[in-house]
């Protein structure tokens, strides 16, 4: 059995790594649109996943053979 340890990062450990707001990353999180843990107060996401995701908007679930498509439609913002 041939496993591999996840590329595992806090919120804002990932903010930096992609350049994306941290309150985006963690509305993510909280969802549950993307892979991670919660390890005491903190949140971990897989940052592979999290790539994957924003790559494909599709995340690929362990142990299924099909993916789960999360959609993305715009935020209305009042100027």
Not at 61 to 75: L, Q
């Amino acid at each position: 059995m041939n496993l591999t340890v996840p590329h595992m990062e806090t919120i804002k450990a990932t903010s930096k790594l992609t350049g994306l707001p941290e309150h985006f990353i963690r509305q993510k999180v909280l969802s549950g649109e993307i892979v991670s843990v919660k390890a005491g107060s903190k949140y971990l996401v897989n940052v592979d996943k999290f790539i994957e995701y924003l790559n494909t908007c599709t995340v690929e679930t362990n142990g299924n053979d099909h993916e789960t498509d999360f959609e993305i439609s715009p935020v209305p913002v009042k100027l």
